[in-house]
């Protein structure tokens, strides 16, 4: 039985009216889309920091985390590691993102068209909404779920502990849009972490080190420390994962915008090189409790839920508030961003053709908080009939790729190869969207199935990449230059 109590719900409800009383008091500042989108260029290192981490981490993250620990032990911590070296890597040397920065651009897609042309800067905008949409079409769900189950509450509830989540980040996001964001991003960041740590201490006194370390050798073995060797992992999954998670580093929307929102590109870097360190703690903690969660409860036949249900008999009260509360801050400053960052490409670059740029703020920032409950209820919808048929790590990043994969050629031909040009930035676009699309489709038809299942994701992921890279220097190197010397649009 849950230990979650009227103590633990005062607790929470005074969280929620704290976030919510913060959000909606900045709207009144936003009179502009530019603030409405980029919070008007003026998130300094420190903001950035706390802003980047607690939208990179909520209930979602949690989940696929500590279901990767559950089913791989340490090695499932693997994608942290990866995220940090790229981010140090980037941050230092400012590879694309300090010539994206300096261009004063507020989408990705809007730097295409500088290069590419107009066109590819709609279709990458659709290509990156397209991605991005699906991937975050499992966050309610998963928030959910964490919830019910932790709290002790009927399955019945679901729906409802999702309609509520969605409710309380869309109201002050489409109010207070970028600005709202920030504001509660920090407040969340300092809940979460206090949260995060002190779970994680209560679960290794309990359990022990030794305990922990223990049953990742008896259910993994050598593969549980080493991704290398392990049986489910391998090669496969280690470049697969430095694809996605370097193409993510680059080219994510959420984490872009944080970038482009900064003062200036040195702000920028430094907020990358200084975040690094979090995503390892964002993939090895709650791997940890998803390791205890095996040793105490043994097997089970949803790997996913382990972790919430040993939480929900294991966290006393007054921790379990502390808990929640923390993971609701982790879910809120996760959903109101991917839902402004969507939002801001369909306003940005999918409608560009329609308002051209010359609509009045009123009417633009109008626009934008449409866009932002039209996502919150695609997202409602999304996640209560799709059926998640991989680990949730992988899908997400599956869906990503639909993007990741070609987005990042295109922003390194952008930025590094003069030859490329908009022949080239179409054919990645489409070839490499259509190899994950393709695949999860198969994955939900009963008769493609068993050829998904061969296939496996990590070698579908890799090709995607693969493709794309070679469709943008086949396309860019058969379009015929003009006479000028300049490539024809």
Not at 35 to 53: Q, T
Request: proline content about 3%; glycine content about 12%; some cysteine.
């Amino acid at each position: 039985m849950s230990h979650f109590s009227i103590f633990d719900g005062g607790i929470v409800g005074i969280y929620l009216l704290a976030t919510m009383t913060v959000g909606l008091m900045v709207r009144k500042y936003v009179g502009k889309v530019e603030h409405f989108i980029v919070a008007g260029r003026e998130v300094n290192v420190y903001l950035g920091i706390a802003s980047l981490a607690a939208t990179e981490f909520g209930i979602v993250t949690c989940m696929y985390t500590a279901q990767n620990g559950y089913k791989y032990g340490f090695a499932g911590a693997t994608p942290g590691i990866i995220y940090a070296l790229a981010m140090g890597i980037v941050g230092l040397t400012g590879f694309c993102i300090k010539p994206m920065r300096e261009a004063g651009v507020m989408t990705i897609p809007e730097l295409f068209e500088k290069q590419f042309g107009p066109r590819i800067r709609w279709l990458a905008g659709v290509v990156i909404v397209l991605g991005g949409l699906l991937n975050m079409g499992v966050f309610l769900r998963m928030g959910g779920e964490f919830l019910v189950n932790v709290a002790g509450l009927n399955t019945g509830y679901l729906e409802i502990t999702m309609t509520g989540l969605l409710l309380l980040v869309a109201v002050y996001t489409i109010l207070g849009g970028m600005l709202s964001v920030l504001v509660t991003d920090f407040l969340q960041f300092v809940v979460m972490s206090a949260g995060l740590l002190v779970v994680t201490v209560l679960i290794l006194s309990q359990v022990g080190w030794q305990t922990i370390t223990d049953t990742v050798q008896t259910h993994c073995g050598s593969g549980g420390f080493n991704p290398f060797i392990h049986n489910d992992l391998g090669w496969p999954y280690i470049v697969f994962n430095l694809l996605t998670c370097t193409a993510a580093v680059l080219t994510w929307q959420t984490m872009v915008q944080r970038l482009l929102a900064s003062r200036d590109s040195r702000t920028a870097r430094k907020v990358y090189t200084r975040t690094g360190f979090f995503f390892v703690c964002r993939f090895l903690l709650p791997g940890i409790w998803g390791i205890a969660a095996l040793a105490v409860l043994g097997p089970q036949q949803n790997d996913l839920l382990a972790m919430p249900k040993y939480l929900s008999t294991h966290v006393p009260i007054g921790l379990m508030g502390i808990l929640i509360a923390a993971m609701l801050a982790a879910d809120m400053s996760t959903n109101s961003s991917y839902m402004l960052s969507w939002g801001s490409v369909i306003y940005n670059d999918i409608l560009r053709p329609i308002h051209r740029g010359l609509w009045t703020d009123r009417r633009g920032l109008l626009c934008n908080r449409l866009i932002v409950a039209a996502i919150g209820i695609f997202l409602l919808l999304f996640g209560l009939w799709y059926p998640l048929e991989e680990d949730l790590w992988v899908y997400l990043n599956l869906t990503g790729a639909i993007y990741f994969s070609s987005i990042s050629m295109l922003l390194i031909a952008c930025c590094y190869w003069k030859r490329a040009n908009n022949w080239g930035a179409a054919g990645a676009i489409i070839f490499g969207a259509a190899i994950p699309i393709a695949f999860l489709v198969l994955q939900q038809v009963p008769a493609t199935k068993h050829y998904a299942d061969r296939i496996g994701p990590y070698y579908s992921g890799i090709a995607a990449f693969g493709i794309a890279a070679l469709a943008m220097m086949v396309g860019s190197l058969i379009k015929p230059r003009s006479r000028t010397g300049v490539m024809e649009r």
